[in-house]
């Protein structure tokens, strides 16, 4: 089954020339799918469409089920007062947006993410004062608790160490096989997400040049 | 101290400005977390100065109850201030100073043109508790408990737009939304705190108390409720002090905030050494 279709999109933004040109994409269910490229090739961009961020593009964007969406690190997060409880559950909010309080069914899904997760412990630290590596963490379960299907990742692993990458990949790999978490990521990070993805797709100017296994897939090899 | 102050509130006048004054510093608060967080703190200070303009037109033209029509003004002014920020090519914090300093300027020519710099004009612009008329602290209430009702219907999605705005987006919630009622509550508040705090100095019961909580408090939760303790707290010093002392409240006000601010900020080093 295929959670989201992308079929003949393009946009572009206010005064610049063609971000994506008719792209035409389809991402199945369970599949660790990964777009690269390099800077200002419309990788973000083809995010923020699939997302709903971005409005006015041409073509068709057919969603099966809710996204849970990690967004690139944004300045105003590195000092906000806000516990892991906080932002974790802050996730469930698409699952309600009409109430006034959280529900008691989504304080035990963000429970469980966090058991999941292994940062429920930790769920009365304050966001800001967390390493790179476990605020990832957090913003993956909070995005896990805004879906039970798909997350949406862009650049997951920047800034990170190392080896705090790795861990972040082969926490993104046990969604997938255990949970059955479809991972849609955007990444410079080439070699190292190619070992844990199944599909992989190459954007150059907002043009898709490459998609298939990784296997099949060289670096720069369509210079 | 007690005889102080049940002398203090035999007055009508001190009644209506504690009355209306706790109302506002805690709405002042909770909007606060917020403009600070989402890096909208000068937004207060410039519609303030907006509301000076406006007040000394109306006055000029002799309204009585100036505030009915500086309310609605400012509110506009608050949602043109977030549309030039949004997407000009003025950056917010040109634009704000734009117009503060546009509005301020107006104002000022106005009261040169009509009654001069009387004790009128210097209520304005440094406060006085002896300015809010009964239709004022009717407003005054009417609005402070929409703001305090709407903030904590709010609560949760303000959270998640302040935080994390593109999430909020793909959430499905309308983050602009939210930035707007923000927005325009504050050009309330504001309109209505400046008449006993004066125009100079009501942006600081916005900032301060959000700033002072966030050196200890690192929950939200936590940081919305001490704030509005913060600020509380330092408004009913702030009106003690001043009676005694025969100061300017708006300024005890300020600096009774800047004192608690730098309380806390010793505290944090010494829990964090």
Not at chain 2, 158 to 175: I, N, P, Q, R, W
Request: charged share 20%.
């Amino acid at each position: 089954m295929d959670l989201i279709q992308i079929k003949d999109l393009s946009f572009s933004y206010p005064s610049k020339k063609d971000t994506l040109k008719h792209i035409n994409l389809k991402v199945k269910k369970c599949s660790f799918t990964c777009i690269v490229g390099e800077n200002g090739s419309g990788k973000s961009t083809l995010l923020k469409c699939i997302l709903g961020l971005n409005k006015g593009y041409t073509g068709e964007i057919k969603k099966e089920t809710h996204i849970g969406y990690l967004p690139q690190k944004s300045e105003i997060q590195s000092n906000f007062p806000a516990t892991i409880e906080e932002v974790v559950l802050s996730g469930t909010i698409s699952n309600n947006v009409r109430s006034i309080f959280y529900k008691k069914e989504d304080k035990e899904k963000a429970k469980q993410v966090m058991e999941k997760l292994g940062i429920y412990d930790i769920r009365k630290k304050c966001f800001a004062d967390l390493s790179g590596g476990q605020q990832q963490r957090v913003l993956i379960a909070r995005a896990l608790c805004a879906t039970k299907d798909i997350i949406v990742l862009d650049e997951p692993t920047n800034g990170l160490d190392p080896s705090i990458a790795k861990q972040i990949y082969e926490l993104l790999d046990r969604l997938k096989k255990e949970e059955n978490i479809t991972i849609l990521m955007v990444s410079h990070d080439i070699e190292r997400a190619l070992n844990y993805a199944d599909t992989v797709i190459e954007l150059i100017n907002g043009e898709i040049t490459f998609e298939g296994k990784p296997q099949d897939f060289t670096l720069g090899g369509a210079k | 101290m007690i005889e102080t102050i049940v002398e203090m509130m035999s007055h009508a006048f001190i009644q209506r400005a504690v009355l209306v004054g706790t109302l506002i510093s805690l709405c002042a608060a909770l909007l606060g977390v917020s403009l600070v967080l989402k890096r909208y703190s000068m937004i207060g200070d410039g519609l303030s100065h907006v509301g000076f303009g406006v007040l000394t037109i109306a006055t000029a033209f002799g309204a009585t109850s100036p505030l009915y029509i500086a309310v609605p003004c400012v509110t506009i002014s608050a949602i043109i201030l977030l549309k030039i920020g949004n997407n000009s090519k003025i950056k917010s914090d040109s634009a704000i100073a734009l117009i503060s300093s546009s509005a301020l300027a107006i104002g000022v020519a106005v009261t040169s043109l009509t009654t001069g710099m009387n004790t009128d004009v210097c209520n304005f612009m440094f406060g006085s508790i002896l300015a809010m008329s009964k239709p004022d602290v009717y407003l005054s209430i009417g609005v402070s408990i929409i703001v305090a009702i709407l903030f904590i219907v709010y609560y949760r999605k303000l959270f998640v737009v302040t935080f994390d705005e593109d999430f909020a987006k793909a959430s499905g919630l309308k983050a602009k939304r939210y930035t707007n009622i923000i927005a325009i509550l504050t050009a309330l508040i504001i309109t209505i705190g400046m008449r006993m705090m004066g125009v100079m100095l009501i942006s600081s019961i916005i900032i301060f108390p959000a700033l002072t909580s966030m050196r200890i408090f690192k929950s939200f939760k936590k940081v919305v409720l001490s704030s509005a303790i913060i600020s509380v707290v330092s408004f009913l010093m702030g009106i003690y002090l001043s009676y005694i002392y025969n100061i300017s409240t708006g300024a005890m006000i300020v600096i009774v905030n800047l004192v608690l601010f730098i309380l806390f900020s010793i505290i944090e080093k010494i829990i964090h050494d």
